[in-house]
């Protein structure tokens, strides 16, 4: 296979693919692929790498696998490339059964000599866990996303049984296991790869430049215009009925809805709500909706002295009207949020009591926490639309108009996009305009990362928020067997967030997709993008 890329220094900080950036020929795309757009810069092409972003949400399905997948309708892990498995009585020891003959990618810069086996889940696993693993400090030995659920800790060991066997042991049950391994951050690296970068002492490229089963490989990244990926002839689960995608990453020229209704790109990612009417009135374009699995919320800087006041907290949460946001910013396809838990979440408990909208009763509890004559804070606003707020700007506007009317002045800091991990820059904010999209359909997936002592280092808990009463009433609830007692501990935890207000809850958005109608075979998932290895062009 001829290269088609060069070596040069990147965003990463590290070796990776570019082309020689020139525009996108969408004819000559339209050939054989499409164009994808709507999402933001790569940071890494390893989803182990990071919490969230085009990396997790759309690029990691396409290259990588993992041992099992959630399905979009009933949120439960489902077989992939582990077709079986079975677990001890006590709950802590899951052995799996792997697809025999499924073959990694062969890459301008790796051809593989032998199928995916158990090595390969071990190395994959190991790498986060063990901080003496030669992998484990590249790309700067932070795991985000699974630092925010304590996984090193729950993951005792992972060995190869044999060949085809693969054995996780874990430190106690844990009903969200099988879930977070069937995230698109669990994924599968070859480790025959890895050995072949240690003895080069070319571990970056392990992340720069992937190797993995999925049905397209990486082949060209031009730095702030596209991701091109080509199709994986030896895909597993049978190939790819288009040759190539390119994910449009451009951050110049015209806007993502401009290209589309130009046929500059073919699928758009997450429309923001301002841009729907638009989209409905064009006759060749399909606009697609399912309900999301996500949440805005501001969270607050508890350890300020005076948001370290419950009192201050509920009445900032009192002061905000969350209708008006909802008919101003996301134009009817948004849902009031009661609580982090969105509603398709099994455990989902509206409170409308304690969230509403309150003025009086804000001024009230300002007033008894000794703030009458009013309060300062700053808010950092991330810029980028997203899924759960079409538009941060006008949101924390309106935020600031309500706290002004209840004698708290709101200073607007507004920034591309929200770093969760630069924790020093966003502790220096009184509140952050945040939210979450949903990894499984678990509600410990937005209870844990969001909120536990053990997500403040990963930066994932923005509120520095650590309450021994939360943490043990999420532990007890993975633990326990029974559906009903779950249930009433996630009931539990609600009640608590309510009364001590780390977050406030804002709004649930909708998750669209629109797409030119030439094109079909697009499966939608409320927690990220689906493989295209289905996506076929019928006109």
């Not at 990463?12 to 525009?23: I, R, S």
């Not at 429309?271 to 374009?285: A, F, H, T, Y």
């Not at 939210?435 to 997500?455: E, H, I, K």
Request: include cysteine; charged fraction near 20%; glycine fraction near 6%.
């Amino acid at each position: 296979m001829k290269a088609l890329i060069r070596l040069t220094l990147s965003l990463f900080g590290a070796a990776t693919l570019a082309g020689c950036g020139e525009p996108i020929e969408h004819t000559q795309i339209r050939k054989s692929g499409f164009v994808f757009c709507g999402q933001s810069v790569p940071q890494t092409f390893n989803p182990q790498l990071v919490d969230g972003g085009v990396t997790a949400e759309a690029i990691s399905p396409q290259i990588f696998d993992t041992l099992l997948v959630l399905d979009p309708k009933t949120h439960q892990p489902s077989a992939n490339i582990a077709t079986q498995w079975q677990t001890n009585q006590e709950r802590t020891e899951y052995t799996f059964s792997l697809r025999p003959d499924i073959e990694f990618q062969t890459t301008p810069w790796f051809s593989p000599t032998r199928a995916l086996n158990a090595q390969d889940v071990v190395f994959s696993f190991e790498r986060i866990v063990d901080s003496t693993h030669p992998f484990h400090y590249n790309g700067g030995g932070i795991y985000p996303w699974f630092s925010s659920i304590n996984f090193a800790n729950l993951l005792n060991s992972v060995e190869a049984v044999d060949e085809h066997t693969v054995k996780f042991t874990l430190t106690r049950p844990d009903n969200a296991f099988l879930s977070n391994i069937a995230t698109a951050f669990a994924v599968i690296h070859s480790a025959e790869y890895a050995n072949k970068l240690l003895l080069q002492d070319e571990k970056q490229r392990l992340d720069s430049h992937p190797v993995g089963t999925g049905p397209f490989y990486l082949q060209e990244y031009q730095v702030n215009d596209l991701i091109r990926l080509k199709r994986h002839d030896g895909y597993w689960d049978g190939k790819a009925k288009m040759e190539q995608v390119i994910f449009d990453v451009s951050v110049r020229g015209t806007g993502t809805l401009a290209k589309l209704l130009r046929q500059e790109c073919d699928v758009l990612s997450s429309p923001i709500s301002s841009q729907l009417p638009v989209i409905k009135e064009q006759d060749d374009i399909v606009l697609k909706t399912k309900p999301a699995m996500n949440v805005s919320f501001i969270s607050i800087h508890t350890l300020h002295p005076a948001l370290s006041d419950a009192r201050v907290r509920k009445a900032l949460s009192l002061a905000i009207n969350r209708q008006n946001i909802l008919e101003s910013v996301y134009y009817g396809t948004g849902t009031q949020a009661y609580t982090v838990l969105p509603p398709s979440s099994w455990a989902y408990q509206p409170d409308t009591t304690q969230v509403r909208y309150d003025r009086n009763y804000a001024l009230g509890l300002l007033r008894e926490a000794g703030y009458e004559k009013g309060l300062v804070l700053s808010m950092s606003v991330p810029l980028e639309p997203k899924a759960y707020n079409p538009s941060p700007r006008k949101t924390a506007e309106l935020i600031q108009a309500n706290f002004a009317d209840i004698g708290v002045t709101l200073q607007l800091v507004t920034e591309e996009r929200l770093n969760r991990t630069d924790t020093e820059r966003n502790s220096r904010f009184d509140l952050v305009l945040a939210g979450w999209v949903g990894d499984t359909g678990d509600p410990d997936n937005f209870l844990r990362p969001l909120l536990s002592c053990d997500a403040k280092p990963s930066g994932l808990n923005l509120s520095s928020w650590c309450n021994p009463d939360f943490d043990f009433l999420i532990d007890l609830a993975l633990e326990v067997d029974k559906p009903r007692y779950r249930t009433n501990l996630y009931n539990q935890v609600q009640n608590l967030l309510n009364e001590e207000v780390p977050v406030v809850p804002i709004a649930h958005g909708m998750h669209f997709q629109a797409h030119h109608e030439s094109l079909k075979g697009f499966k939608m998932s409320p927690f990220n993008v689906q493989p295209l290895n289905e996506v076929e062009r019928i006109k």
